[in-house]
């Protein structure tokens, strides 16, 4: 008899929402938002804008990374999440590219950043590594993009300062990555056959290549906006201290983040909190994501 797979749960939890397309969203970017639209805080401001331009064509990758394997799918309805994925993904792309616009007329170079970004994924990562590699990268990517959504949206209270409409850009992304976190996770798993070992390494290439690419960014970016070298020193301290100091921005993805090495973990152990279910009666409602967003921010 064989020894039994850890690190494949025989069953994996069914998710708590349903993959929701939804186009045409209007979040009002065209307007007045502020350079430092995160209560005028350059380094809050520009965390979220480096991740923002790096959005586009990291989605371009994670939707062609699992369409690698759509031909091998078991079922209708798996082939059904995928395109599902895929066109969430590609509305993450079509909004993140026009807010991008506006860093660029900022002056950030967006367009070289975003060149030098396609050239790594799909000229050397996709070219030189196996369907495999690529697809448990994403994976793991997902998983960092979900955590980080669950852990924002229970702890709100740190944008309360950010300006609505941005704000509720990345609250209608939350909730979207958190609606298709398994998607991935799954191919990876049930098509691909990707081994415990492979997912624990995708995910610690990952963990080191992603904050240090947005902290380049944003470097970059305070440059842009015009501060000395001094003046950077201190905007890092204190940003750094807000991101990971007890209580932190980050403190509470710690334990979502290693439930990730857990032989058997699957993105669905972690149900989605009450505020997601919160923002999707205020979206069905409304229809205005920035109403929605907003019925998340008491102080709004």
Known sequence: MNAPDLTTPSHPPAPTLPITVREGLDFGLDGDIPRHWFGGDAFKTRFFDAMSVLFPEGERFFIACVRDYKDQLHSPEQAQTMLDFAKQEAQHTKVHNAFNKRLAAQGIKVDKILAN??????EHVRKHLSKRHTLALTAAAEHLTALMSHAFMQNRHHFDDADPRVRAMYVWHAVEEVEHKGVAFDVMQQVAHVG???RVWALVLVSLQFPLLVFQILNHMLKVDGYTRAQRWGIWLKGLWWLYKPGGLMGPLLW???????????????????????????????GNPVTASNALQPHT
């Open 256 to 286: 979502p983040y290693l439930a990730w090495y857990r032989p058997g973990f699957h993105p669905w152990d972690e149900q989605a909190p009450a505020e997601f279910q919160t923002w999707l009666g205020a979206m069905q409602r409304s």
């Open 117 to 122: 970004q396609r050239r790594h994924l799909f």
């Open 196 to 198: 415990y070992l492979h």
